[in-house]
């Protein structure tokens, strides 16, 4: 059983409500009471002085964290490592999964430019973490692997970890496929270089020209500059913009 016995009034809110929306069983008692004999976890705030009864784990919570308190805790009780592990299914909006031990502990599907922030955020006091990242989507996977320097990195064969996805479960897939991610040793890596092929410069380019308000793809050399991340395509639209001749009336020159 999970025993909240804390006189810090957010750590008890921010706590409860976590187990609550998980629907975890749990009780809460005044520090000083008499502990439940089937207690098995102890929350209580980072800091506070609570005798606890032998044999029972215990996990501070910050007030700031309660999540990842309720995370920890359920991973004690399912016996798990431990270990924090990210999943990462690359793409434009790549499907992230957290793992503690073998246990899925929260999901995001964010764009590409938001993955180190919630890696750094996940891995902040964390027990030995790892980063496992699939192999696909080469240009976004090389530049997410660049911008995280603090945590191992493993590359992973991602062939078959997205999975059959059946009635009502569309737009999971990457998510689920993070998952799968997360559970395979892959390679340590710290760097992966890529030389962008002709097609992957031209799906660049023409992410451009949906994107330009006057319909016109930037450069080869510009799109280069994106798929290694030097530029992100608003970036080199504009530059493209700047480097492009007018004719006289002010008006772009489209040859």
Do not use: C
């Not at 909006?93 to 764009?111: C, E, K, N, T, Y």
């Not at 660049?204 to 330009?212: F, G, H, L, Q, V």
Request: glycine share 10%; proline share 5%; aromatic share 2%.
């Amino acid at each position: 059983m999970i025993v909240v016995a804390t006189e810090d009034f957010e750590v008890y809110h921010g706590v409860v409500n976590e187990l609550r929306d998980r629907g975890v069983a749990f009780t809460t008692i005044e520090p000083g009471d008499e502990w439940p004999e089937e207690a098995d976890v102890a929350v209580i705030a980072a800091g506070e002085s609570v005798e606890i009864p032998d044999g029972v784990d215990l996990v501070q919570a910050d007030p700031d964290a309660p999540r990842r308190a309720v995370e920890t805790v359920i991973s004690t009780l399912r016996g798990g490592d431990g270990r924090t592990v990210i999943g990462i299914d690359p793409g434009e909006r790549p499907g992230v999964a957290i793992l503690h031990g073998d246990m899925v502990v929260a999901a995001f599907q964010v764009p590409a430019a938001e993955i180190t922030e919630i890696v750094r955020e996940e891995v902040e006091d964390a027990v030995d973490p790892v980063v496992r990242i699939g192999d696909g989507a080469r240009l976004v996977g090389a530049r997410i692997i660049d911008e995280i320097q603090s945590v191992p990195v493993e590359l992973v064969d991602e062939t078959g970890t997205t999975p059959y996805l059946g009635s009502g479960a569309r737009g999971m897939g990457d998510v689920l496929a993070a998952v799968n991610i997360a559970r395979l040793d892959g390679e340590e890596i710290e760097s992966r270089t890529i030389e962008p092929t002709a097609g992957e410069l031209q799906k660049i380019k023409d992410r451009s020209r949906e994107a330009s308000e006057t319909n016109r793809a930037i450069s080869e050399d510009l799109a280069r500059q994106v798929a290694t991340g030097a530029l992100t395509v608003e970036e080199a639209l504009a530059e493209h913009d700047r480097d492009s001749p007018t004719d006289d009336e002010g008006e772009p020159d489209t040859g």
